[in-house]
């Protein structure tokens, strides 16, 4: 493992890039050496491609403000000499996105992407690192199709899943029969703050687009098991999904019911989620939180306003457990959406990926 690496954010200038550019702006291994988005920003230094969508609540940091935008497509191969991998989260058509990942991975670029068109791909790992850091596996099968030696793909998982799949995990040993699930959704979701989304103000949408499919069948991919070089899915629990936008500007909040073949005492869940840990809290690694689930026994917590920000926004947080009528148990579950659900996510999986040698 190397001390320092040099990383391209493409899609810079979007939501999640300006997450990157700020999260990265001191972290101990990646400096980011190159800022990439569209022909449209390409050639303009950051702070003016920003001007005006600039949505952070800190300042552009210093580093970016004068770096020059390049194009993702026209200087791919110029920022392919100048970076030991990249972040990719990028508003394109999928073919498009699917083009432009492996064309970086081609040319020897390691590529984490928060991207939707690889998802599915199934030597193209899809991880959220306490959960199924074992995919990586297929890392090398994946070179093999592409013909590379450095190069590969890794995703991170749709955004929704992070407010419940890492809380219904740690269940999984008591055998998930079936749950549902309801998202309310922040407006940063849809790279949307409130002067870009006026229609939002006092309202609830109660459709975002292909979100209840990934919600309902990224879990499933994300709990298959490695076989031959592919990722299988699991076959179960079924999951149903209802996805609602929500005037909030960041966290994705989660009411969740599930049922069990063995069904658990609220203390056993409690336990699970308390003693719940992955490689991310044994490495060390430095995007991780501590505890990776944070319950509230306050009735009305977690709450997107004040929570979401829980260890730096990468923890998940868990609230309001207890039995129901229907399913065995119900409870709420909540997410930093573009934190631990979108570039904190992607930078914490580029950990786990540098501390396991892939980007060596
Ligand atoms: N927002 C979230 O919470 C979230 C969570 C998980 C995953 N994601 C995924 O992350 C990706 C980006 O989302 P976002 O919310 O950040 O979108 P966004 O705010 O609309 O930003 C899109 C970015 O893509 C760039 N772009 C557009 N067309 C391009 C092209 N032809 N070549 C190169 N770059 C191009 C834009 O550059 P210009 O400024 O030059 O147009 C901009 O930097 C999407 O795939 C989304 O599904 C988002």
């Not at 020897?108 to 068109?117: D, Q, R, T």
């Not at 687009?209 to 990722?231: D, F, R, T």
């Not at 997410?335 to 786990?352: D, I, P, Y």
């Amino acid at each position: 493992m190397k001390k320092t690496y040099s990383v391209g954010i493409i899609g810079a200038t979007g939501m999640v890039g300006q997450r990157f550019v700020t999260l990265l702006e001191k972290h101990p291994l990646f400096t980011p050496v190159v800022l990439a988005a569209s022909a449209r920003s390409a050639g303009k230094l950051y702070r003016e491609a920003v001007d005006g969508k600039w949505a952070m609540n800190s300042p552009i940091p210093a580093y970016a403000r004068e770096m020059k935008v390049l194009d993702a497509e026209a200087d791919a191969k110029a920022i392919a000499q100048q970076v030991d991998f990249i972040f990719c989260a990028v508003n394109m058509k999928k073919d498009a996105i699917r083009a432009l990942e492996e064309k970086y991975a081609r040319l020897e670029v390691p590529v984490v992407s928060n991207n939707s068109a690889h998802r599915a791909t199934d030597d193209v790992p899809m991880v959220i690192p306490e959960i199924n850091a074992d995919h990586l596996a297929v890392i090398g099968a994946q070179r093999a199709r592409l013909g590379t030696k450095r190069g590969f793909i890794a995703v991170k998982s749709n955004c929704s899943l992070q407010s419940y799949v890492p809380l219904l995990h740690p269940l999984r040993a008591f055998g998930i029969r079936c749950a549902a699930v309801t998202t309310y959704q922040a407006i940063s979701g849809a790279g949307k703050t409130f002067e870009t989304m006026p229609e939002i103000v006092d309202n609830v949408i109660p459709y975002i687009g292909g979100e209840e499919q990934k919600s309902e069948e990224e879990p499933l991919k994300i709990w298959g098991h490695v076989e031959n070089g592919c990722i299988v899915n699991a076959s179960g629990p079924v999951i149903t999904a209802q996805c609602l936008r929500v005037p909030v500007s960041d966290g994705h909040t989660a009411a969740v019911f599930v049922s069990f073949e063995k069904k658990p005492a609220k203390e056993d869940i409690l336990t699970a989620w308390a003693n719940y840990a992955g490689e991310p809290q044994t490495l060390h690694l430095p995007s991780a939180p501590e505890q990776f689930i944070h319950y509230f026994d306050e009735d009305d917590r977690p709450q997107a306003k004040l929570d979401r920000m829980t260890e730096h926004g990468m923890a998940v947080c868990a609230g309001r457990l207890r039995e129901d009528t229907l399913f065995d148990y119900k409870f709420i579950g909540l997410s930093h959406n573009t934190l631990r659900g979108a570039a904190g996510g992607a930078v914490l999986l580029a950990e786990l990926l540098a501390a396991k040698g892939f980007f060596d």
